[in-house]
């Protein structure tokens, strides 16, 4: 009977997305999911977002209901991290010594937060970002606002704490390696627009800029040392300078590793019988032939359905053009696309970086393989379509606010 099991490593999106099609598809024998934390499988965006800002409570990040497991006779296993796979005998080994039989099993341990070897990085007050229980500390330091923020990390996760910590009231000096945040990720025409936005509600930056030491006091932070010899006041330092998937069952268990876990467009490892989604995954796209990994939460969500279809013998594949969204002070962004494509490639404006709200398109070889929205609603399914549709496009048109984006799919 073991050996009938589905078996999930992970309790994220991707994994509990995976329980849940399999049982949604008709699945009917044994599916066990295992969960690191001690907490139900949860979405992570509103953790940056609505939930640190207080504006969303625990039931509304959680994947599905407590209950829902129960009911659906999925066995889950929270506090119960994966100690080791064997991929020949088709066993997992927990932390606790349990081994547990599978027939098809689903990697989707995610990611974790890069750390630095900084001077001080130990200190109370110093924190990296990643989890609910981040999130709520988080929020318990800044909420009462008045406080000294120093962000180290100038990508979108930077960018969104630097939001929330500001909305709360604190002082925020945000340092990052680049010129301008975000450039590295749409270029720094469009970092200078999110950069205008928080230098508007008060946030200071240093850029580029590192930190060299943490300097503390009594075991509590209260400053960073700049490379540049400044020395800035912290009361709460923030390391965000990115994840790196979190390979380390798959690389011992001797699976395909780079840059995450190799799969293919149905998200098969190496392994017979050995799937990857969500973070952890680096899978084969059809639409480029290239591998992508996606830290993004519509990856995890598409990559569970798929996972799951493929355990179950189903012609399935990880096709859907990816994207994202942030939120940071007045500004909701939606982005979908393949940054990969984007490099070298300044985008084509549709509307008012002035105003704050338009859509910035990158188009390859007269193809649109990105598209990045500002504050508006109900355009990103069109932008999907015209990238995965291969849509060729006039440049004129595509800039015309008044030319609506579906009639460019007649094209």
Known sequence: MAQERMLIIGGGLAGATAAKTLRGDGYAG??????????????????????????????????????????????????????????????????????????????????????????????EGVMTFRTYEDSLRLRSLL????????????????????????????????????????????????????????????????????????????????????????????????VAVGVIPDMALAESAGLAIKNGILVDAGL????????????????????????HRSEHWANALNGGKVAAKSMLGQDAQLDVVPYFYTDQFSVSMEYSGFPSLTVGIPPLIRGSLADGSFIAFWVREGEVVAGMSVNQRRVQKPIKALISGRVRVGVEQLSDPGVPLEELLQA
């Open 268 to 291: 098969n490892a190496s392994a017979p019988d050995v799937l990857a989604a969500g973070d952890v995954a680096n899978a084969l796209h059809p639409f480029t032939g290239e591998h």
């Open 143 to 238: 909420e009462g606002g008045g406080l000294s923020v120093v962000m180290i990390g100038s990508g979108w996760i930077g960018m969104e704490l630097a939001a929330a910590a500001r909305t709360y009231g604190n002082q925020v000096t945000l340092l990052g390696l680049e010129d301008i945040p975000l450039s590295a990720a749409i270029g720094p025409e469009l970092g200078e627009f999110f950069q205008q936005l928080h230098t508007a509600q008060g946030v200071s930056f240093r850029l580029p800029a590192s930190a060299a030491e943490i300097v503390g006091k009594d075991g509590r932070a209260t400053a960073v040392r700049t490379d540049s010899g400044e020395t800035l006041p912290a009361d709460v330092v923030i």
């Open 30 to 123: 044994p599916v066990t999911l295992l969960g690191a934390e001690d907490r139900i499988p949860y979405i992570r965006p509103p953790l940056s977002k609505e939930f640190l800002l207080g504006k969303a409570d625990k039931d509304s990040v959680a994947v599905v209901g407590e209950d829902w497991y129960q009911e659906n006779d999925v066995e889950l296993l929270l506090s119960s991290p994966a100690a080791g796979i064997d991929p020949a005998d088709h066993t997992v080994r927990l932390a606790s010594g349990r081994k547990i039989g599978y027939s098809k099993l689903l990697i989707a341990t995610g990611a974790l937060p890069r750390r630095i070897p900084l001077p001080g990085a130990d200190l």
